[in-house]
């Protein structure tokens, strides 16, 4: 067993932090290198916003930090497959790498669904990578659900 990257593990300790509050746990990190340039929570039921997912929040708050709207020498680790909106973000920030812990055969749209960046219509496509603390990712989305079920 391998070791949890640092990115992946900030992540999903702010999935945690996005259930403790009743949000939908999924935590997005940007890193440039080896900094982490921001570090955000899914939010929409706590912003009243539709749009704050993880991912979403993540490269708002990179673009910001770096003061540019290209993030193409960023990468981004999330704990929950994208769904299309975020991947349509990732495409027009210019992220480079994408990595995610669970899938989601719902809602995602990476490797399921409308498998956004195999599209031809995709102007840009960040090399993927999918697995990385699948587990936990899994497991903090199952007792989530399971709460309100």
């Known amino acids: 067993m391998f070791p949890m990257p640092a990115p992946m593990r900030a992540a999903l300790d702010a999935a945690a932090k996005a259930q403790a509050v009743g949000e939908v746990p999924v935590g997005a990190v940007?890193?440039?290198?080896?900094?982490?340039i921001a570090v955000a929570a899914n939010a929409p039921r706590t912003?009243?916003?539709p749009t704050a997912h993880a991912e979403i929040l993540a490269?708002?708050?990179?673009?910001?930090?770096?003061?540019?709207?290209?993030?193409e020498d960023?990468?981004?680790?999330?704990?929950?497959?994208?769904?299309?909106?975020?991947a349509g973000a990732i495409?027009?920030?210019?992220i480079a790498r994408l990595y995610y812990g669970a899938e989601d055969a719902k809602g995602g749209a990476i490797a399921h669904g409308a498998r956004?960046?195999?599209?031809?219509?995709?102007?840009?496509?960040p090399e993927v990578y999918s697995g990385i603390g699948e587990h936990e990712a899994a497991t903090?989305?199952?007792?989530?659900f399971s709460q309100l079920r």
């Open 30 to 36: 940007v890193m440039r290198g080896g900094e982490m």
């Open 47 to 49: 912003l009243h916003d």
């Open 59 to 71: 490269i708002r708050a990179a673009a910001l930090a770096l003061g540019r709207d290209r993030l």
């Open 74 to 86: 960023c990468d981004l680790w999330v704990t929950l497959e994208p769904c299309a909106m975020c």
């Open 91 to 94: 495409a027009h920030a210019r």
């Open 116 to 125: 956004f960046f195999a599209q031809p219509t995709c102007h840009h496509r």
């Open 140 to 144: 903090l989305l199952k007792a989530f």
